[in-house]
């Protein structure tokens, strides 16, 4: 049976009166890659910061076993995130910054982070202050690659990249961190580029998971196919999720309806997370 | 214990600034200064090496000056060896050595290194009043620029990232400053001792100037530590305010501290300097300025049974350690480690 790494019963997060995470039931087993997929301001970050013990929570949360809010620095140790580019040290000089990640985290392999930015055009004694974004990014995706976490988080890490830094990014993460035994976990909104890589999505909306499937569900339940306008009627008895018109033909969306039935329409397809992602928020 | 001493390298490197170059430039300042000073001082004096060279080839009386002796006016003058002579209003010359009996010489080796000490202790004011700035920035920066999601993404806890900058900041910040007034201390002496010996006044021993010296700093040494521990509440406060204001933290820790005193002496004050609830008010004031340690430290020269002026180091220590004795500093420590327990937990429930 696969470990689960992160298991969630009705976590929840308030602002106040404001509620940004409505009570939410999640398992993460280890060896996925899950999309967290939502809109500015539907509660991504908040769930993270909930997972990676930022701020505190209601209902029960466990990550590698532990209570994040209260084990947060033992947690750490098996836990590896990335915020954004903008959250390194201005003022540090790169060198620097690896002595201490060295002298705080106990799995932090100083010398591969080193082996790894001598590929890159980063100096080890440029201020971080220095470099231009795509450089930030080197540096702390070397730190987060050279730390042996079970758990990977990256929240919105590429957000300002150019498409070659965001593709080489990614790229790093599969090919020098992803393993069956380890999960990673990415919020981003450029969705279509990390879907090739996800192994699991969730969606939230306004505060609510209103999907958390695997992506092999995904493509079995939902499924999409182009319509013509004298078929629309029977189409919609179907009752699709969603329906968008274009030339002339109408694509509609559908949850859980045998490719074929759909097939008297058309040659049925996998729905992209995009397009998923809108569907649902109908 | 690795993990504590990398959270202050990385402290110290974060407030350089504030914590390192401050003090030393002050100190460097303060050292040209008083170059400046001693080689002008002459010059004031009828002594600046222009004079001193027209002196030395016969040319003219520059290198004297007439002061106001009590009988009359005296000449002071500068001969060509550079040592002083003072030519009494009847006539009389000394060389300066000669003016100045023993038991004043003896008394210059207490006070020449008090007097320098006045000098030389600049870097540490400053740095005692520019800490309360880096502390009050010290939780709220690093919310502020979000290098706080990356400090959290490592496995530390928040009671020692807390910790640690106040040990880095109050501590080492203020020791460091310590030890600049110190090395600061020895160039000024050594300066005025230099002076001394090169105006002709013999038997002023260095060595006891410097002992001197090192009983005022073991004074110095221990009495900021005691200070610290008397200022440690308000420190406390200033890094849990830190933790929590939104914005302006340095206002925000800092205006309680003294517009509510001032608006309570507004409204309800009556005169009485037995007020308690004043006296309360301003304990955090007054914790800062040391004055429950400094009381009856007023004494730093005090004449020994043969009238010599000596540094009674023993005295101070003892009370400068006195005042471990008041409640109120235990009391004080006790509620420094409640806020800044505090501060971490404001810390480990809110990354921004």
Redesign the interface.
């Known amino acids: 049976m696969t470990e689960v790494l992160i298991s969630a019963k009705g976590l929840a997060k308030n602002y106040g009166k404001k509620q940004a995470l409505k009570p939410t039931n999640l398992e993460i087993p280890a060896g996925r890659i899950v999309g967290v997929i939502g809109a500015n301001g539907a509660g991504k970050s908040t769930l993270l910061?909930c997972l990676?013990?930022?701020?505190?929570y209601e209902g029960d949360l466990q990550v590698m076993g532990m209570n994040p809010?209260m084990q947060?620095?033992?947690?750490?140790?098996q836990?590896?995130?990335?915020?954004?580019v903008?959250?390194?040290?201005?003022?540090?000089k790169v060198a620097?910054l690896l002595?201490?990640?060295a002298?705080?985290?106990?799995k932090f392999d100083q010398a591969k982070a080193i082996a790894r930015l001598k590929t890159t055009t980063v100096q080890l004694d440029s201020k971080i202050k220095a470099l231009s974004k795509g450089m930030i990014v080197q540096v702390?995706l070397a730190i987060a690659l050279a730390i042996d976490a079970r758990i990977l988080v990256l929240d919105e890490p590429t957000l300002g990249l150019d498409i070659v830094n965001r593709r080489g990014f990614y790229d790093a993460i599969l090919s020098d961190f992803f393993d069956e035994t380890r999960t990673v976990i990415i919020t981003t909104h450029q969705v279509d580029e990390v879907e090739p890589i996800l192994s699991h999505a969730i969606f939230i909306r306004d505060g609510a998971v209103t999907l958390d499937a695997s992506m092999d569900v995904v493509t079995e339940r939902f499924l999409a196919v182009d319509v013509l306008d004298n078929q629309k009627a029977e189409a919609e008895a179907l009752r699709p999720l969603y329906g968008r018109s274009l030339l002339g033909r109408t694509t509609y969306v559908f949850d859980g309806v045998a490719p074929e039935q759909l097939k008297t329409f058309g040659e049925p397809r996998r729905v992209g997370l995009a397009d998923l992602f809108v569907a649902l928020a109908q | 214990m690795n993990k504590f001493l990398t959270l202050i390298r990385r402290d110290m490197a974060d407030n350089r600034g504030a914590l390192v170059i401050t003090p030393i430039v002050i100190a460097a300042i303060l050292l040209t200064v008083t170059l400046f000073a001693t080689l002008t001082g002459n010059a004031r004096f009828g002594f600046d090496p222009e004079d001193f060279a027209a002196a030395k080839q016969h040319r003219g009386e520059h290198g004297q000056m007439i002061i106001d002796a009590e009988n009359g006016p005296a000449t002071v003058k500068r001969g060509l060896d550079g040592k002083i002579t003072i030519t009494s209003p009847d006539g009389e010359t000394k060389t300066l050595d000669q003016a100045i009996d023993p038991k004043t010489k003896a008394g210059l080796e207490a006070i020449l290194p008090v007097g320098t000490a006045a000098a030389a202790v600049l870097p540490l004011a400053i740095a005692l009043i520019s800490i309360l700035f880096v502390l009050a920035g010290a939780l709220h920066d690093e919310r502020k620029d979000r290098t706080i999601l990356f400090w959290k993404s490592m496995p530390v806890s928040d009671l020692q990232t807390t910790s640690a900058k106040l040990v880095s900041i109050v501590g080492v910040g203020l020791f460091f400053a310590l030890a600049v007034t110190i090395v600061l201390h020895v160039a000024i002496t050594g300066l005025a001792v230099a002076t001394l010996g090169n105006v002709g006044i013999t038997g002023i021993s260095a060595a006891t100037v410097f002992l001197n010296a090192i009983k005022l700093w073991s004074v110095l040494a221990v009495g900021l530590l005691i200070y610290v521990g008397w200022a440690l509440p308000v420190y406390g406060w200033v890094t849990m305010v830190s933790a929590w204001a939104p914005k302006m933290p340095f206002v925000a820790a800092f205006a309680p501290l003294f517009v509510v005193p001032l608006v309570y002496m507004a409204i309800a004050y009556r005169g009485d300097d037995n007020d308690t609830i004043l006296n309360a008010l301003w304990e955090p004031a007054g914790r800062l300025i040391g004055e429950p340690m400094t009381n009856g430290m007023s004494r730093i020269i005090e004449p020994s049974n043969d009238h010599i002026p000596a540094i009674p180091v023993t005295e101070m220590l003892g009370q400068l350690s006195n005042s471990l004795a008041q409640p109120g500093f235990w009391i004080g420590l006790a509620v420094a480690g409640g806020f800044i327990y505090a501060a971490s937990e404001i810390r480990r429930r809110r990354a921004l």
């Open positions: 910061n990676l013990g930022l701020s505190d809010l947060r620095a033992a947690l750490m140790e836990v590896c995130f990335i915020a954004d903008a959250t390194l040290p201005r003022w540090a620097d002595d201490w990640v002298g705080l985290h106990p702390h």
